[in-house]
DNA sequence: ACCTGAACACCGTTCAAGT
DNA sequence: ACCTGAACACCGTTCAAGT
């Protein structure tokens, strides 16, 4: 409420991650920024160049708390086993997004590749060469991994998210007759809620692309 | 210019498409599409309900044309292939995202699940379902296909995608020296010149992902 | 140097009015 | 019924002015 003076790039970065954890980056505005640290909107233009470099500087923030949270982890090297070294690593930084559900459409919406998210993959990369991946299929496996590196996976289509899955796809039940299938497959034993686990989905799709760059690591 | 009347949701839509291939999505506002209609932006709210109805419709219009491309494959019957069955489908898919740029932004915009997703991802599974998969592995497999079943991936590291690679990555080479000896591997020969292959890489992490169903197809 | 108020050029959208 | 003009409540941002 009231203007503690001495704004700061750092001060107005922080300021956005709280309210983009609290009320979405729909809810960030210049605008409402500049309330939320009391001062008027014009004033932060004189630490952020505009709105681009806000969304650019959360970008930065969420890869500061991802960095931090590989580093304490206690991974195996990956020479002697890349798999586990990596699945933490990813793991570790899908905690971090978890909570900033906001971050994903953040990074996606970013079209120049900002250095800390280059630092980031540059250390998946690392892991690889360490673990026997020749530079050619460590690119490879950076595009399969693609977001997934990060922690997070595109879901296009999410039943589970629907408030009412059962009635929802029963209303169009003849247009996705094998969607209302698996539902009533998957709701066999009768409760249907949490039917479908994220963190699970997630593990296993990762582990496939896992499994499947062990079986070529040493051979492309 | 002139307005011919007779304005309809389809021919807003087809409009919009139009705008968003040669503009981008930045480029399309309500003002815009309603002047490349020869009307005023009010009239566009007799047959759409807003902007957030325009985009929905534009998802729809390319789920259409995906639709289209899938029917028009000759791809062989999944219960005899359906890795080949499958790997068609998603790459008729990614011809039409080619022409649409613009498209798997807007996919990823939208929150809740659009009728024309959901059909074809019932498509997607039974076409698994066929191919011999339980609905539980082919669950699974809808999430670890993600947005890839609809033939595009998330890339949120582009090296590629720079001007100049060698020299942006160059300026940073200490920060991410193992980016920098990749691209280096990668033109020993001399040209650097589209030394990434976005389809090719794109095909690589499918094929990882279908493999790895195709071990699962039966057990699981 | 840092912060501010008024203003500008945009948005999406409401409303009352036209035909 | 369909289309319109003026207006409203927002945006991000520029500019000249304050301290």
Redesign the interface.
């Known amino acids: 409420m009231a203007a503690e003076a001495g704004l700061s790039r750092e001060r107005v970065l922080r300021a956005a991650v709280a309210i983009a954890d609290e009320r979405g980056t729909a809810g960030l505005t210049m605008r409402s920024l500049a309330a939320s640290l009391g001062v008027e909107a014009m004033s932060l233009y004189h630490h952020v160049a505009n709105k681009e470099a806000v969304l650019d500087g959360l970008v930065e923030v969420v890869m500061g708390e991802i960095e931090e949270a590989v580093a304490g982890l206690d991974a195996p090297a990956p020479e002697e086993d890349w798999r586990t070294a990596m699945r933490m690593r990813v793991l570790a930084a899908r905690e971090v997004l978890v909570r900033h559900p906001w971050a994903p ?1 953040v ?2 919406s970013r079209t120049g ?1 900002s ?1 800390a ?7 998946v ?2 892991l690889m ?1 360490r673990g026997g991946f020749s ?2 299929l ?3 496996a ?3 991994l ?2 997934r ?2 922690g997070f ?7 589970d ?2 408030e009412a899955p059962e009635e929802a ?1 029963a209303a ?1 039940a003849e ?5 209302v ?2 539902i009533a ?2 709701s066999h034993g009768g409760a249907l809620l949490g039917w ?1 686990d994220y963190q699970a ?2 593990e ?2 990762l582990d ?2 896992l ?3 062990e079986r070529l690591r040493g051979k492309v």
């Open positions: 459409g990074f996606e590749t250095l998210v280059a630092r980031y993959y540059d250390g990369l690392g060469v530079y050619e460590g690119h490879r950076l595009h399969a693609g977001s590196a990060l996976s595109q879901e296009l289509f999410e039943p998210g629907m796809l169009m247009a996705v007759p094998h969607l299938a698996m497959d998957a479908c989905e997630f296993f799709g496939l692309i499994d499947g760059l």
